[in-house]
């Protein structure tokens, strides 16, 4: 460097503190913390609602999803509090392990081509419209029944509570998507 050109190091002094008390003081800071995992119902549903267009069907896919879910927890909470009534110990290794997405991926894949293929296959030799679209409403019905009942027995769950949930959640999923296919379908323009 020539004489002339000073250094900004030279120009900038920074006064640090010796020790901790020429620091300022700051106030005490309640940390709060917060239990991230209350979000993971609502972002779970959000997230797989944004990778969906079928939004209706999502949405009552969902609540129906998550009202089963509720029922087998509320069972099994019912179960724990009977097990400690009897002073029977609890098994705290089931209460540590964490959802799978892949196997709930899987699920999620092979009841989606399940129920899929009910309706497509009900329909498939049926000619006439009526009876093809009485055909599909039934088969549909005996396969959300179906499903109800195998996911109140597998988590252990109130039946019949199970089995109306879904279907009456795959009703209405059913009656809004025919509605919007016959609006759509039907409009000329």
Sequence with gaps: MTTNQKSLNDDVKLALPDNDCEQQATPDVEIIEFD??????????????????????????????????????????????????????????DKEKLPNPAQAS????????????VPLLAASFIG???????????????????????????????IIKSSLTILIGGWFA?????GLTKLIGSSEL
């Excluded at 029922?71 to 179960?79: L, S």
């Excluded at 999620?108 to 081509?113: G, I, K, T």
């Excluded at 059913?174 to 025919?178: L, R, S, V």
Aim: charged share 15%; net charge positive; aromatic share 8%.
């Design 36 to 93: 991230y995992s209350k979000r993971s119902q609502w972002l779970r549903a959000a997230v797989l609602g944004a990778t969906d267009a079928g939004a209706c069907s999502m949405a009552i896919g969902e609540f129906v999803s998550v009202q089963s879910q509720l029922d087998i927890e509320v069972a099994q909470i019912k179960r724990d509090n009977a097990r400690r009534a009897t002073g029977e110990p609890e098994n705290e290794g």
């Design 106 to 117: 899987a699920a999620s894949a092979v009841a989606f081509a399940i129920g899929a293929a």
């Design 174 to 178: 059913m009656a809004i998507t025919y």
């Design 128 to 158: 006439g419209y009526k009876l093809r679209l009485g055909m599909v409403v039934g088969a549909v019905t005996v396969a959300l029944v179906l499903f109800g009942w195998l996911g109140a027995v597998l988590g252990k769950a109130p």
